[in-house]
């Protein structure tokens, strides 16, 4: 069974700073992409960034410059660094990872459970 398992979300006031993890557990054969998407009420979910095991990165424009994704392949964890928060990004933020497992012929997406951002003073 694969998990995603997230963590650091929260509270923060405009202009300050979050850190998210997500961590991938169970049988793993590779993850590539991993990345991270956002929902916010009565909007669709959006890609927010993702990177590749080689390190390739993408980013939405709106948080270009402000949100850096990184990941640490050993852990199989991903990492979102969220600075200059801005009201906007407040949404419930989801690790998502493509994920090959020893008895899928294909990779599979695996969501986590999500993790509230919230950005007000």
């Known amino acids: 069974q694969v998990q995603l398992v997230e963590s650091g979300g929260g509270l923060v006031q405009p202009g300050g700073s979050l850190r998210l993890s997500c961590a991938a557990s169970?049988?793993?054969?590779?993850?590539?992409?991993m990345g991270w998407y956002r929902q916010a009420p009565g909007k669709e979910r959006e890609l927010v960034a993702a990177?590749?095991?080689?390190?390739?990165?993408n980013y939405a424009d709106s948080v270009k410059g402000r949100l850096t994704i990184s990941r640490d392949n050993a852990k199989n964890t991903v990492y979102l660094q969220m600075n200059s928060l801005k009201p906007d990004d407040t949404a419930v933020y989801y690790c998502?990872?493509?994920?090959?497992?020893?008895?899928?012929?294909?990779?599979?997406?695996?969501w986590g459970q999500g993790t509230q951002v919230t950005v007000s003073s």
């Open positions: 169970g049988r793993i054969v590779s993850i590539d992409p």
């Open positions: 990177i590749t095991s080689g390190g390739t990165t």
């Open positions: 998502n990872a493509r994920i090959r497992t020893p008895w899928g012929l294909r990779p599979n997406d695996y």
